[in-house]
């Protein structure tokens, strides 16, 4: 069941703050972040597993709600080379034996100066 | 070696004739992931080898599409009689047990 992001768009000035959010109708153990840039492969961001965990990377965080099967993604103090697509890619079930994801539609981010 | 690697980069074929994509997964890793991602759209999932166990094949879209993983290493993804809706970029992941995806630069591939 591919999770929902929201929201489909956003654009920013240098500076300012932005969070986008994958909701999943399925059980999660784990939520992982990836940002790509037009024409380039998808890099890897961060994964949270099942536990409520919070991860940040610079100034990019996310937190993980399990229960309500929800993720968001903080991006604080954006930066031009924040601009991008994020994909959140989800990993279904209790025990988290799979290792595989299914990802969201995209977020298209755009930071402008 | 360091990265993903997926050859070849672009590929153009007729409508009808079969192709195979090649991906050489960064050494270690355990899992490999072939992903297909249309023009402005998001990553859909194909298929998945996670060391000897059998593949998961459930996002294969026909039975035109097929996957080997030789070795536990090198990965083939073959689609035969190509049509012009396999027209897309495939790209190839893969990852250590409970890691993050490193995604290979993908192939172009156009069905004309």
């Known amino acids: 069941q591919q999770p929902v992001q929201s929201p489909q768009a956003v654009i920013l000035r240098e500076g300012e703050d932005a969070v986008i959010n994958c909701s999943s109708s399925?059980?999660?153990?784990?939520v992982h972040w990836y940002r790509q840039k037009h024409g380039e492969a998808p890099v890897f961001l961060m994964i949270l597993l099942k536990g409520g965990e919070q991860k940040g990377h610079d100034k990019i965080s996310a937190s993980f709600n399990e229960k309500k099967q929800q993720s968001s993604l903080y991006l604080t103090a954006s930066q031009l080379s924040y601009s991008g697509t994020y994909f959140c890619g989800t990993e279904e079930g209790k025990t988290g034996n799979t290792g595989k994801l299914i990802f969201g539609q995209g977020t298209t981010l755009q930071v402008k100066p | 070696g360091a990265g993903v690697s997926q050859s070849p980069s672009n590929k153009v074929t007729e409508k009808g004739k079969d192709v195979e994509l090649r991906c050489d997964p960064i050494s270690g890793h355990t899992a490999l992931y072939w992903y297909r991602q249309s023009l402005g759209q998001g990553l859909e999932f194909l298929i998945y080898f996670q060391g000897n166990s059998a593949p998961d094949k459930s996002g294969l879209p026909s039975d035109r599409f097929s996957a080997e993983r030789t070795g536990g290493s090198v990965s083939t993804l073959t689609i035969q009689r190509t049509q012009q809706e396999d027209s897309a970029v495939y790209l190839c992941?893969?990852?250590?047990?409970?890691?993050?995806?490193?995604f290979g630069s993908g192939t172009r591939l156009t069905v004309v």
């Open positions: 399925k059980a999660l153990y784990s």
């Open positions: 992941a893969s990852s250590s047990y409970f890691g993050g995806y490193t």
